[in-house]
């Protein structure tokens, strides 16, 4: 909060340091806060024990690994810029550098990315048997660019989740190793694509 005191009458300069506040005026300005990379340090004692010599050291944390690394949060933003805004790896890279003052390179947003996908097993599961499980599945597939050749983008969403799996084909191979369309028995909705007539 910032206050804003005032300390003289403007008619007759006198000073108003002891009078009492007899009203407030508020005006509220939502704006982001000031963003930089925080580095934290982790350091794990190696103490000898004087009873028996035995060497011990503090754990770190699960999740600090190297010497050096990326925390979470700069990670889960990575991933969001790139999957879910589809930003490319430069434009990301870009965005870090103005934002943040920090450059990344590019290699690190796609070792991210490839970390984060391995991580997505589970969901991936989670997602394919909800589908499986629904009355209504909308189904598409849109051509997209991966390191400069055409590949497509297939889409299985309901009201409640959307599973999106990039594949080298279009048609019902690409759909076959998918795994859902084949053992889906509800209605599928879909552009009229010919591979999805071979779909019971």
């Given at each position: 909060?910032?206050?804003?005191?005032?300390?003289?009458?403007?008619?007759?300069?006198?000073?108003?340091?002891?009078?009492?506040?007899?009203?407030?005026?508020?005006r509220?300005?939502?704006?982001?806060?000031?963003?930089?990379?925080?580095?934290?340090?982790?350091?794990?004692?190696?103490?000898?024990?004087?009873?028996?010599?035995?060497?011990?050291?503090?754990?770190?944390?699960?999740?600090?690994?190297?010497?050096?690394?990326?925390g979470?949060?700069?990670?889960?933003?990575?991933v969001?810029?790139?999957?879910?805004?589809?930003?490319?790896?430069?434009r990301?890279?870009?965005?870090?550098?103005?934002?943040?003052g920090?450059?990344?390179?590019?290699?690190t947003?796609?070792h991210?990315?490839?970390?984060?996908?391995?991580?997505?097993?589970?969901?991936?599961?989670?997602?394919?048997?909800?589908?499986l499980?629904?009355?209504?599945?909308h189904?598409?597939?849109?051509?997209?660019?991966?390191?400069?050749?055409?590949?497509?983008?297939h889409?299985?969403?309901?009201?409640?989740?959307?599973?999106?799996?990039?594949?080298?084909?279009?048609?019902k191979e690409?759909?076959?190793?998918?795994?859902?369309?084949p053992?889906?028995?509800?209605?599928?909705?879909?552009?009229?694509?010919a591979?999805y007539?071979?779909?019971?």
């Open positions: 909060m910032v206050t804003h005191p005032i300390s003289l009458c403007s008619k007759c300069q006198s000073s108003l340091e002891q009078e009492q506040t007899v009203s407030r005026k508020k509220q300005v939502f704006d982001l806060p000031s963003t930089k990379i925080e580095v934290t340090q982790y350091e794990s004692e190696g103490k000898v024990c004087s009873n028996c010599l035995s060497f011990e050291e503090g754990q770190f944390l699960p999740h600090v690994t190297k010497s050096v690394q990326y979470p949060r700069i990670q889960a933003l990575v969001y810029l790139t999957n879910y805004q589809m930003l490319s790896y430069s990301t890279a870009a965005y870090i550098r103005d934002q943040f920090h450059t990344i390179s590019e290699g947003l796609v991210m990315n490839r970390v984060f996908g391995e991580r997505l097993d589970i969901f991936e599961k989670k997602a394919k048997s909800h589908l499980q629904s009355r209504i599945v189904f598409d597939e849109t051509g997209i660019r991966v390191n400069r050749e055409r590949q497509w983008l889409t299985m969403s309901t009201k409640d989740i959307n599973l999106q799996v990039v594949h080298t084909k279009r048609g690409a759909m076959n190793e998918i795994g859902v369309l053992h889906f028995s509800g209605i599928a909705v879909h552009d009229g694509w591979s007539f071979g779909y019971k």
